[in-house]
């Protein structure tokens, strides 16, 4: 009833009555939001501050927090607030399920907060999976984002699937085809989040990655992956090349079998 009091006021009324609820009710998770959306900016992250010293183990205000910072335009803070959300909630012993974060994700994408939904996808994707159903998974993950219309959030599977399976060319079919059908609307609603957002926390060579799967798309109506191919070959012959100099370090007196530059008998000068 109280909340229903509250939304009757005018927007500085309503301030005031929330300041004071919260004071009175400081574990009710609705006032503090609804107390941050008629803040100023830099008033709402003070209390969403708050709130999160008040109820360490609710994960909504720290998603808030990171749309928040997603609608002024500090994409790198969102990344870090839903990083640090999963340690924080870990550390209080808040076990949130897999499935919940995907909801989260999905959520924050309808919700116009694409770089928000991404991050929550990056932390939670790999949660409770065993190492030989991850592939499996990520890529029902992904399409069940698009049966739902969640593009942001299937590109966000796809890229980390690519940062695990580099060399699986499945994954990176499914990428292309993904960037082709799906890219116009992708460049409108988070060019910006995608192109430094998924990439922030990869290994150096992601923004390559993302280049490939984009060229891997064909504009004339067909997925052409001569990129793709080259990711996976690169990917194997890195494979072979650790392998050589690992039984160089062990045999150095034998010739190792396709290295260049071999003396006579097949040894190395």
């Known amino acids: 009833m109280r909340q229903a009091a509250i939304d009757l006021e005018p927007p500085d009324d309503a301030r005031l009555m929330l300041g004071r609820a919260v004071e009175c009710v400081p574990h009710s998770v609705d006032m503090w939001l609804a107390l941050a959306r008629l803040e100023t900016y830099q ?43 999963v340690k924080s909630l870990a550390l209080h012993s808040v076990v949130m399920e897999r499935e919940l974060w995907l909801k989260e994700a999905e959520a924050a994408e309808k919700g116009e907060a694409a770089r928000t939904a991404q991050a929550i996808i990056r932390e939670c994707i790999a949660s409770n999976l065993e190492e030989e159903d991850r592939k499996r998974i990520w890529m029902e993950d992904a399409e069940s984002f698009v049966a739902r219309g969640c593009h942001e959030c299937a590109r966000a599977v796809y890229m980390h699937a690519l940062e695990v399976f580099p060399t699986k060319k499945s994954v990176w079919v499914r990428a ?29 060579d992601a923004g390559a990655r993302h280049r490939r799967v984009a060229r891997c798309a064909s504009s ?30 062990q045999h150095p007196e034998r010739g190792v079998p396709g290295e260049s530059g071999r003396g006579a008998g097949g040894r190395l000068p």
């Open 43 to 85: 008033n709402a992250r003070k209390v969403l501050n708050k709130a999160r010293e008040t109820i360490p183990t609710e994960p909504q205000i720290w998603i808030t927090a990171a749309k928040l910072e997603e609608a002024h335009g500090n994409l790198g803070v969102v990344d870090k607030i839903i990083e640090k959300a």
């Open 176 to 204: 292309a085809q993904h960037e082709k059908a799906h890219r116009p609307r992708l460049d409108k609603t988070g060019r910006h989040a995608i192109s430094s957002g998924l990439t922030r926390r990869a290994r150096p």
């Open 220 to 249: 004339e109506g067909r997925v052409v992956l001569p990129e793709c191919a080259g990711a996976v070959a690169h990917g194997r012959q890195g494979k072979m090349a650790c392998g050589r100099r690992r039984l160089r370090a």
